[in-house]
């Protein structure tokens, strides 16, 4: 049984990993964050220390290690910022870190993780749930087979509240952006199929909403990420949900709203087995969305070859 902790605990994602540390059969020995509304936790390690203070989390573990008690593993489901810091935290503590998406924002820090892991001999994973996402498996090994490039549209709608515009998401320096805080997952599952990036084009940046087109090796991809309710299509609305994610390719469509977020389990039981996605799984995502953050937008009509961006 592996010894756990946490940051981030009052965070959305946080129950997924708790189900996750749960379902592998592990233990929780304490967790962190700046909020105190966490009951979430009594449904899973009751018996866990909480902190709302790093440095008190921190000088708590560190006591656990010299009494030959450590953690093996640090849970990260913080802010996006907080992720670099949070991963030397755990090389502090003499653990592995699992961080949650996007792992950090910039290839600087991908390259200082790298180091890190070398000197301290812990590792950096990360959770790519739609790599073991089934329907998005099947779909890589029939693209394997391809020996042309694929026309290759990608969507992803999620509508969100008037509470995200006041929060920490809405800021480039602390989430990202669009491209790092929604759509890491899917330039990913992109360049995971189809190889890296190659040429990359913003065709529009809003607050609620990001197009473009990219190159890559085995592919052309126009991509459309919204936080916009209204350009979800009416008959998923229809059905209560507020999120459509949708790839298709050379006209046909794969839609994998459903199934997406149950997957936590899986890539915790791979990373465990010592098959988890690490820094280099992770590189190539992290370099398209702080490619796309600080690039120049290139023509806004150009994004409205897009079929799911209304006017």
């Known amino acids: 049984m592996k010894k756990f902790a946490l940051t981030g605990l009052a965070g959305y994602i946080a129950p997924r990993h708790l189900r996750a540390i749960r379902d592998t059969g592990n233990t929780l020995a304490a967790a962190l964050d700046v909020s105190d509304s966490v009951g979430i936790i009594d449904s899973f390690f009751p018996d866990a220390e909480f902190f709302t203070e790093p440095e008190a989390f921190e000088a708590f573990l560190e006591a656990e290690r010299y009494r030959g008690e450590g953690i093996d593993y640090l849970s990260i489901c913080t802010p996006n910022y907080l992720h670099a810091p949070h991963i030397r935290m755990a090389f502090r503590l003499g ?57 290759v549209l990608l969507t992803y709608i999620t509508g969100r509240g008037k509470w995200y515009h006041r929060s920490w998401k809405v800021r480039e320096d602390l989430s990202g952006g669009l491209a790092a805080n929604i759509g890491v997952h899917f330039f990913d599952m992109l360049s995971w199929f189809f190889g890296p990036a190659q040429h990359m084009e913003v065709h529009l940046r809003e607050q609620t909403r990001m197009a473009g087109f990219m190159q890559l090796e085995r592919a052309r991809v126009r991509w459309f990420l919204s936080i916009n309710l209204d350009d979800v299509p009416e008959k998923v609305r229809a059905q209560g949900q507020r999120t459509y994610r949708s790839i298709t390719i050379e006209g046909e469509e794969v839609e994998f709203s459903g199934g997406f977020t149950d997957l936590h389990t899986t890539v915790y039981q791979r990373t465990l087995n010592g098959q988890g996605f690490g820094l280099d799984d992770a590189a190539e995502a992290i370099r398209i969305t702080e490619y796309l953050r600080r690039a120049e937008v290139v023509s806004a009509e150009l994004a409205r070859r897009h079929p799911f961006l209304k006017e």
């Open 95 to 151: 653990a592995d870190a699992i961080c949650e998406k996007p792992l950090v924002l910039t290839t600087a820090e991908i390259d200082a993780l790298r180091e890190m892991e070398e000197r301290t001999g812990k590792r950096v994973w990360t959770i790519l749930q739609l790599r073991v996402h089934p329907a998005l498996l099947a779909l890589r090994e029939r693209m394997a087979s391809r020996e042309d490039e694929a026309d």
